[in-house]
T-cell receptor
């Protein structure tokens, strides 16, 4: 079953055009929701972890938020170097580090 | 610390051959994970070690797959009698012990914060 669904699959933004990526999840006993960035040919790079509804985390132009059913990754005034695939993952609590990933959102920011 | 290192980065093999991948985790991390990623998909969990003990294996890990982590340091993932469906990126990740002081906003579940290697891409012809 799909436990993590990300939308949209692909997003093209002009530089400076803010937007949000969505991650919806259907797991009980959430023990953390994670955002990773992945560049082509590389492994995922950790961005944020969120543990409870209402929690927010920020890093440069990125801000992650969490509700009881979904998480958003807000990108403010993106730059071309923000182009990457953004992956959302959850830990259900059975095993720390066993993450269930979504398929990702491929973000392209053009100048 | 150079992060998580994986070798080889690319491997092309013929169907039926055996292949082995190596992962060197971050030295102070006691947990090591193997994931598999196919094109257009997110990574999928394969197996997990805490120190030298293999504690969990996914149903994706068929009997042709074997992973080891001797002495709790580096790990190897071997695939025997490769099939075309094994073509994928094999990712290794490591994480620190469960209870760590709050650092960078990560909280107490440091074990959930995985540092991935660059991956080993397997192509089976």
């Amino acid at each position: 079953e799909d436990q993590v669904t990300q939308s949209p699959e692909a997003l093209r933004l002009q530089e400076g055009e803010s937007s949000s990526l969505n991650c919806s999840y259907t797991v009980s006993g959430l023990r953390g929701l994670f955002w990773y960035r992945q560049d082509p040919g590389k492994g995922p790079e950790f961005l944020f972890t969120l543990y409870s509804a209402g929690e927010e985390k920020e890093k440069e132009r990125l801000k992650a938020t969490l509700t009881k059913k979904e998480s958003f990754l807000h990108i403010t005034a993106p730059k071309p170097e923000d182009s990457a695939t953004y992956l959302c993952a959850v830990n259900r609590g059975s095993t720390l580090g066993r993450l269930y990933f979504g398929r990702g959102t491929q973000l392209t920011v053009w100048p | 610390d150079t992060g998580v290192s994986q070798n080889p980065r690319h491997k092309i093999t013929k169907r039926g051959q055996n292949v082995t991948f190596r992962c060197d985790p971050i030295s102070e991390h006691n947990r090591l994970y193997w994931y598999r990623q196919t094109l257009g998909q997110g990574p999928e969990f394969l197996t997990y070690f805490q120190n030298e003990a293999q504690l969990e294996k996914s149903r994706l890990l068929s009997d042709r797959f074997s992973a080891e982590r001797p002495k709790g340091s580096f790990s190897t993932l071997e695939i025997q009698r490769t099939e075309q469906g094994d073509s994928a990126m094999y990712l290794c990740a490591s994480s620190p012990p469960t209870l760590i002081p709050r650092k960078w906003g990560q909280g107490d579940f440091g074990a959930n914060v995985l540092t991935f290697g660059a991956g080993s891409r397997l192509t089976v012809l």
